[in-house]
């Protein structure tokens, strides 16, 4: 397990952009595939985007395709969202999660059960 600590959120408007950090201190982060997912109240928790241990491979719900982008920083032991084109309802709590699996290939609707290690959450509001 990993302890994760998500930064970044906001509040924006419309059409704004934002870019959420998801770090750990433990350098083995960097061998565990990390994915991000949201839940705003009253909903499921969902899954955002995905990124394998190396960084060659990713994945992205349909709702984020094309608006956010998945990145990681090794030196950094640092994975990034960056969320443009914000929309009201992309207005939740965001929440980084670590699967020991490193993944060679980024699965398209990863289990919640799949991650042992979650960060706090991380607000993000877009007003209209």
């Known amino acids: 397990q990993v302890q994760l600590v998500e930064s970044g959120g906001g509040s924006v408007q419309t059409g704004g952009s934002l870019r959420l950090s998801c770090a750990a201190s433990e350098p083995t982060f960097n061998a565990y595939a990390v994915a991000w997912f949201r839940q705003a109240p009253g909903k499921e928790r969902e899954f955002l985007a995905g990124i394998s241990w190396r960084g060659r491979s990713t994945s992205y719900a349909d709702s984020v395709k094309g608006r956010f982008t998945i990145s990681r920083d090794h030196t950094e032991s640092t994975v990034y969202l960056e969320m443009d084109s914000l929309k009201p309802e992309d207005s939740a709590v965001y929440y980084c999660?670590?699967?020991?699996?490193?993944?060679?290939?980024?699965?398209?609707?990863?289990?919640?059960?799949?991650?042992?290690?979650w960060g706090q959450g991380t607000q993000v509001t877009v007003s209209s």
């Open positions: 999660a670590a699967d020991s699996e490193r993944w060679g290939t980024a699965p398209s609707h990863p289990e919640l059960s799949d991650f042992g290690s």
